[in-house]
T-cell receptor, first 115, second 116 residues
């Protein structure tokens, strides 16, 4: 059981380049989340999805787009990367509203550097 | 504003001594509280949670936490620290409302360093 898998694990981009981070979960979870982790700031929610075909903005959505075309996948896109987007990105999933008392399951992260 | 505070950036403790990592929260409604641990180059791993009931909850790896509603705190504790407990610890809160998003608010993290 792989749980939550994030690809790639590492990436270096130049300012202005675009890329897509992939999150895949094999637990048939309804809810999926994208966070960024920065030193001294904890984890901040970028975007989230409560089901296939639905997405919503989190705390820090600017500069990012997301898509949830398939239930198991949640994609995070950077259209024009900026140095301020250098961070570690984590994806998480949760079964759904029926599991509101359960913890979110996290992937191992994508370490992204923007030069 | 809803928030979670971890007042200590780092906690240093000698192996075998008890440890406490502090967490306070400010939310409306009844909170669901969680502790996660992060080892280097890894994602967050769930340690324990408080939903309702007994204020002292026990979790993985011998950790426990005490919920104190009057002080709005949820401190993480362990009676005897191990060097292998050295990691980054996050406190998080989810609001128990009728909404459908179950978003988490995280503290800034506390680095626990256990010296041999």
């Amino acid at each position: 059981n792989a749980g939550v898998t994030q690809t790639p694990k590492f990436r270096v981009l130049k300012t202005g380049q675009s890329m897509t981070l992939l999150c895949a979960q094999d637990m048939n979870h309804e809810y999926m989340y994208w966070y960024r982790q920065d030193p001294g700031m904890g984890l901040r929610l970028i975007h989230y999805s409560v089901g296939e075909g639905t997405t919503a903005k989190g705390e820090v959505p600017d500069g990012y787009n997301v898509s949830r075309l398939k239930k198991q996948n949640f994609l995070l896109g950077l259209e024009s990367a900026a140095p301020s987007q250098t961070s570690v990105y984590f994806c998480a999933s949760l079964g759904g509203q029926r599991e509101s008392n359960q913890p979110q399951h996290f992937g191992d992260g994508t370490r992204l550097s923007i030069l | 504003a809803q928030s979670v505070a971890q007042p200590e950036d780092q906690v240093n403790v000698a192996e075998g001594n008890p440890l406490t990592v502090k967490c306070t929260y400010s939310v409306s409604g009844n909170p669901y509280l969680f502790w996660y641990v992060q080892y280097p180059n890894r994602g967050l791993q769930f340690l324990l949670k408080y939903i309702t009931g007994d204020n002292l909850v026990k979790g993985s790896y011998g950790f426990e936490a005490e919920f104190n509603k009057s002080q709005t705190s949820f401190h993480l504790k362990k009676p005897s620290a191990l060097v292998s407990d050295s990691a980054l610890y996050f406190c998080a809160v989810r609001i128990n409302y009728g909404g459908a998003t179950n978003k988490l608010i995280f503290g800034t993290g506390t680095l626990l360093a256990v010296q041999p």
